[in-house]
């Protein structure tokens, strides 16, 4: 495994070596030691899984509050993602900042987003299937999210018309979002 820096110190991208042959590959996509020697010392609790059918479908922006905050470990199984992490953390100086990282199941790329930072993604294929660790469990009443287009983030988002959940075309802009990080 490697890591790679992005521009928020905390958020990295691990990538794995696949071994091929004839038959495919085989890859140790995680290795709780590894990630220890490169930094990441969570202890991951849940595993989600996702599948968005059509391309174009966005998730997020998500989060939760503390005590409950999620840090991830994002990665794709099938198909290919522009994952989106937003720096929430109110006295940070990239505060608001966002970074884009393409996250396929070619590059086996995975991205290591930590406590204080929404998440989301936008599917650039169809039958793209997502699956993530998560160092705390899922809590309704901590849960929270941001506006997908919120304007002050600016967010240059690979679809003009996603499809959305609901839940995600109701969630504040950043400057309205409950947060305590």
Known sequence: MEIYTTMFDEVFIVETKAFGD???????????DKLAELGIT???????QSLSVTAGTIRGLHYQLAPKAQAKLVRVLSGEILDVVVDIRRQSPTYGKYIQVLLSEENQQQLYVPEG?????????????VLYKVNEYYSPEHDR???WNDPDLGIQWPV??????????KHPRLYQADNNF
């Open 22 to 32: 004839h038959r495919g590959y085989f890859m140790e996509s995680f290795r709780v």
């Open 42 to 48: 969570n202890s991951f609790v849940q595993e989600n």
């Open 117 to 129: 930072f929404a998440h989301g993604f936008c599917t650039l294929r169809d039958n793209t299937v």
């Open 145 to 147: 999210g941001i506006l």
């Open 160 to 169: 003009d018309t996603p499809i959305l959940s609901d839940k995600d075309t």
